[in-house]
């Protein structure tokens, strides 16, 4: 078996997994998104934080899954400087929807949705994905995401809807205000990411009912937007990915019964799956 280096990139974070001759190494980078580095960006970051960990090693395939890799312009960014800096290598770049997808199903037909900051979706066939339902983005969409969840938290925060107890604790957890927690999310970069922190507050307080309500609406809403658009999804398992699947396994199992669906896998993070698969 060749050397092969696998990628799974987020914005702030990359996991990398060496193979060869059947040993793995795993490295961590800072996350690789050309909307974010422009190439020169890129490659210095490769320079100084991949290329001397991987010592001699020769790869002869590099398989990068990364967030923002629909957008055509990215992955030729992106392909330009992994062949720059891995000259004898097969390039491969594909979406982190791919990765999900790969990872979760592996070369079995099935629904594959990501369920962490953001939130996506698809039907894979086993080969590629087939269908995808369209992600918006976390101001217009990314149901049961968690900046999804973590905006429902401040909007019952901000609105005094929780009871006592909870407002209580919120207080006590974030130690922030109304003033700050608005110039956040409308005037400072990153408001996604901001308002998913808010989601640890409901895998913290489990079992009050409305940190339960927050939770199945929604995750349901999730379902019924996206899950239940596809006729596939009654045939074929339901299998998610992402800190927030993780975390909230119970729930999908729940809705899963509740929708007379199979609950397939449900995964943290991706790379064992694609260590499988491309092994």
């Known amino acids: 078996m060749s050397t092969i280096l696998i990628a799974d990139s987020g914005s702030t974070k990359c996991e990398w997994c060496l193979i060869s001759k059947g040993n793995k190494k795993k490295i961590t980078t800072t996350g690789i998104s050309p909307y974010f580095l422009n190439a020169e960006q890129i490659e210095d970051l490769f320079q100084k934080q991949l290329i001397p960990k991987l010592k001699d090693a020769v790869v002869k395939e590099v398989h990068f899954y990364g967030t923002g890799l629909s957008n055509q312009n990215n992955v030729t960014i992106l392909k330009t400087v992994l062949k720059k800096t891995f000259k004898k290598a097969k390039i491969l770049v594909e979406t982190d929807l791919t990765a999900a997808a790969r990872a979760l199903c592996g070369k079995e037909k099935g629904i594959a949705c990501i369920l962490g900051t953001g939130s996506n979706s698809c039907f894979y066939n086993g080969r590629k994905i087939i269908k995808n339902s369209p992600g918006i ?143």
């Open 137 to 279: 983005g976390f101001i217009l969409g990314d149901e049961g995401s968690g900046s999804y969840l973590g905006k429902k938290v401040i909007q019952h925060y901000l609105y005094q809807t929780f009871d006592e107890e909870l407002m209580t604790s919120f207080k006590k957890r974030f130690l922030t205000t109304p003033t700050e927690i608005l110039e956040n999310v409308y005037k400072k970069p990153m408001a996604n990411r901001y308002l998913a922190s808010f989601a640890i507050f409901l895998a913290e307080n489990r079992g009050h009912y409305m940190i339960e309500n927050i939770i199945e609406d929604g995750l349901n809403d999730f379902f019924f937007t996206h899950i239940y658009k596809y006729k596939e999804s009654w045939t074929h398992p339901i299998n998610f990915i992402g800190s927030v699947a993780y975390g909230f396994k119970d729930v999908l199992q729940e809705l899963c019964n509740g929708y007379e669906l199979e609950l397939g896998k449900v995964m943290k993070a991706p790379m064992k799956g694609l260590i499988e698969y491309h092994s």
